[in-house]
């Protein structure tokens, strides 16, 4: 078994030295503040230790990572029916992308770009009221991570309701092709608030551990999603989760994973670790740049690839090395 102490140590020390840094997204005022130099790295292991280096305790805006979360309570709503108002193909453009939605009759692409997550919230608000649904959802992930201290950002959430034109834009459009059902300010206040999300690595990482563990809260180990919707959700963060990025997201680490535009991801190395890192500097694509270099670095120091045979069974006959 690889040192994960030591190999988080190694990345946060690598990352924090890193001479590019990308560009912090300034389009949602509260985010435009946050100091580029930070990086933190948090590695949850199916048996339980929690591996952290660097800003790993300090909390971000976890932004479209939320979607996952989101996604997970809709498909519990609703189940299957929800892919008759979105689909799960790779948008191949990017995340707040409307050009799609014309010749596609306002059914957006998959769930996480965000036409498919403001779908997504639309679905939401067809059980619960909006302050309901916000806290339903405040409630789903505390209880995902174990942790009561996980809020709602009101500064973040309030900065994106006065400037989101381009998701009132993607709203109204679907709207008027009937894919949302809901006052779209309802709809958006669902959205808005869910993006605001403040959690660390450490919280994240907790959080997405049902996906590492065939849909099971290792706390509990209550059901929180089938098995087979685990494999589902993950092979979507695979194939959606870095919007027209996800091709070389996949290619350099070979997890599932999905960004945020707080410069989060979370990640996946099914039956063995939950992994988040965070650094606020994006690429050109909207994903964390520095988070994106250490998760390709620590897939080469345990070969935690989904694509790597025998991934979760025995971890040191299957380490890869620096020179991949
Ligand atoms: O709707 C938005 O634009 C943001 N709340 C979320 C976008 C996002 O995180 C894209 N990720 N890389």
């Keep these: 078994m690889p040192d994960l102490g030591a190999i988080v140590h190694?990345?946060?020390?690598?990352?924090?030295?890193h001479p590019e840094k990308g560009t912090v997204a300034d389009y949602i005022p509260a985010l435009a503040t946050v100091p580029a130099d930070r990086f933190g790295i948090a590695v949850v292991m199916a048996d339980g230790p929690c591996h952290m280096a660097g800003d790993a305790q300090e909390a971000f805006s976890i932004q479209s990572i939320s979607k996952v979360f989101a996604l997970t309570m809709a498909l519990g709503a609703v189940g299957d029916a929800l892919w008759q108002r979105v689909g799960r193909e790779p948008s191949g453009s990017a995340f707040n992308s409307i050009v799609q939605l014309e010749s596609e009759h306002g059914i957006p692409r998959n769930p996480f770009i965000n036409a498919g997550a403001i779908v997504v919230s639309?679905?939401?608000?067809?059980?619960?009221?909006?302050?309901?649904?916000?806290?339903?959802?405040?409630?789903?992930?505390?209880?995902?991570?174990?942790?009561?201290?996980?809020?709602?950002?009101?500064?973040?959430?309030r900065?994106?309701?006065?400037?989101?034109?381009?998701?009132?834009?993607?709203?109204?459009?679907?709207?008027?092709?009937?894919n949302i059902h809901h006052p779209v300010e309802k709809v958006l206040g669902l959205y808005f608030h869910q993006c605001a999300l403040a959690m660390n690595c450490r919280q994240l990482a907790m959080a997405g551990r049902y996906l590492m563990a065939r849909g099971r809260n290792p706390d509990t180990g209550r059901s929180v999603v089938s098995p087979q919707r685990a494999r589902r959700i993950n092979a979507l963060m695979l194939t959606c989760g870095h919007y027209d990025g996800s091709g070389e997201f996949a290619f350099r680490t070979g997890l599932p994973g999905k960004s945020g535009v707080g410069g989060g991801i979370l990640a996946i190395a099914p039956g063995v670790a939950s992994i988040a890192v965070w650094s606020p500097g994006l690429n050109a694509r909207g994903n964390s740049l520095a988070g994106t270099l250490a998760l390709e670095r620590l897939v080469q120091h345990t070969g935690w690839s989904v694509f790597e045979p025998g991934l979760g069974q025995d971890q040191s006959q299957s380490q890869g090395s620096a020179s991949e």
């Design 122 to 157: 639309d679905i939401l608000l067809g059980r619960y009221e909006p302050r309901e649904a916000i806290g339903e959802m405040l409630r789903f992930v505390r209880a995902l991570a174990g942790d009561d201290s996980i809020v709602v950002d009101e500064e973040v959430a």
């Design 10 to 17: 190694e990345i946060a020390a690598e990352m924090r030295n």
């Design 159 to 178: 900065g994106e309701q006065e400037t989101g034109y381009r998701n009132m834009a993607l709203a109204n459009y679907m709207r008027a092709f009937g």
